[in-house]
Nanobody
Framework: QVQYVESGGGLVEPGGSVRLTCVAS????????MSWYRQAPGKEREFVVT????????NYENSVKGRFTISRDNAKNTVYLQMNSLKPEDTAVYYC?????????WGRGTQVTVSS
């Protein structure tokens, strides 16, 4: 019974910041790399960033590099996404998932809307 529960999204002005939270359960969280993904209307779900199981190694999609920061707290089974300098093109539903757990059901995600 794997679950991913995303929260923290909302309406943000261009240039603003928001922090997303994902609480995972049903698997040994600290053994898995975790990733954030996003899906905008009319587009496919895309990779945003991943973080290694120990929280040190990270890999960012080029368009968010330098603006977004991923982190995790293994004691809380939680991964975060700090998003700064937001742009209208960041508007999307944001999802988290253990990177290698391809067949897990997606959570409901959290909507981030950057106003124009």
């Amino acid at each position: 019974q794997v679950q991913y529960v995303e929260s923290g999204g909302g309406l943000v002005e261009p240039g603003g910041s928001v922090r997303l939270t994902c609480v995972a359960s049903g698997f040994p969280f600290s053994n898995y790399a975790m990733s954030w993904y996003r899906q905008a209307p009319g587009k496919e779900r895309e990779f945003v960033v991943t973080i290694g199981s120990a929280g040190r190694n990270t890999n960012y999609e080029n368009s968010v590099k330098g603006r977004f920061t991923i982190s995790r707290d293994n004691a809380k089974n939680t991964v975060y996404l700090q998003m700064n300098s937001l742009k209208p093109e960041d508007t999307a539903v944001y999802y988290c998932k253990a990177t290698s757990r391809t067949y897990d059901q997606w959570g409901r995600g959290t909507q981030v809307t950057v106003s124009s």
